[in-house]
């Protein structure tokens, strides 16, 4: 079946430092890709997506760039500061069985320290 | 501009009581809806979906279930609580297409005891 498999956290940088978050996914299809990211006390929002291969996503400075030779998404940002500390879900859109679905990763949470 | 409720914010129930958490919906028509537990440090695991009412899909065998009465209403249940069913529950909702993002709710805090 589908899966995401993301790098275990937390991962802790100083302001200004680079990010990047590895993600690698398996799908029977040919899925669409997301960042999604939930900082402290709100909900989860959608970061950025790609449809389809060689697709970049990209917003608030992060980007990812869907390589389906590799299967796979990595998050990354040139410098990082205090306001990005949050929890980072990798996730993937497939056709199941009973319609689309999406696919979390375990999610990488991320310190920035001033 | 679409919305999506949980409700309630928060539960604690007691091992084999039942449960009932629903999910609405507003400002879109024929939403993809989807439950998903998030534990603590293991993500979002997936537990149901519906493309349509009436039209479950199960992704984890467990003692909950699911069901979409109405086109904007999914409701999940459970006859018999266990203290492993404790956890943050989210719905969310999406258009049908595969690139479609997902639209997540505030969430219900469960703890059973």
């Known amino acids: 079946g589908d899966s995401v498999t993301q790098m275990e956290g937390p991962v802790t940088l100083s302001e200004e430092a680079c990010l990047t978050i590895?993600?690698?996914?398996?799908?029977?299809?040919?899925?669409?890709l997301f960042w999604y990211v939930q900082y402290p006390g709100e909900g989860l929002q959608l970061l950025l997506k790609?449809?389809?291969?060689?697709d970049k996503g990209s917003n608030k400075g992060f980007e990812a760039t869907y390589r389906k030779e590799t299967t796979s998404f990595h998050l990354e940002k040139g410098s990082v500061q205090v306001s990005d500390s949050a929890v980072y879900f990798c996730?993937?859109?497939?056709?199941?069985?009973?319609?689309?679905?999406?696919?979390f990763g375990a999610g990488t949470r991320l310190f920035v320290k001033a | 501009s679409q919305t999506i409720h949980q409700w309630p914010a928060t539960l604690v129930q007691p091992v084999g009581s039942p449960l009932s958490l629903e999910c609405t919906v507003e400002?879109?028509?024929?939403?993809?809806l989807y439950w998903y537990r998030q534990a603590a440090g293991r993500g979002l695991q997936l537990l149901f979906y519906?493309?349509?009412?009436?039209?479950i899909s199960s992704e984890v065998p467990q003692n909950l279930s699911a069901s979409r009465p109405q086109d904007r209403q999914f409701i999940l249940s459970s006859k018999k609580l266990l203290l492993s069913d404790s956890g943050f529950y989210l719905c969310?909702?999406?258009?049908?297409?595969?690139?479609?993002?997902?639209?997540f709710g505030p969430g219900t805090r469960l703890t059973v005891t």
């Open positions: 996730a993937l859109s497939d056709l199941g069985t009973g319609g689309f679905k999406t696919i």
């Open positions: 969310a909702w999406s258009g049908d297409r595969v690139g479609n993002e997902q639209y």
């Open positions: 519906s493309v349509g009412i009436g039209q």
């Open positions: 790609a449809t389809k291969a060689d």
């Open positions: 590895n993600c690698t996914y398996t799908a029977t299809g040919y899925p669409s």
């Open positions: 400002g879109t028509s024929n939403p993809n």
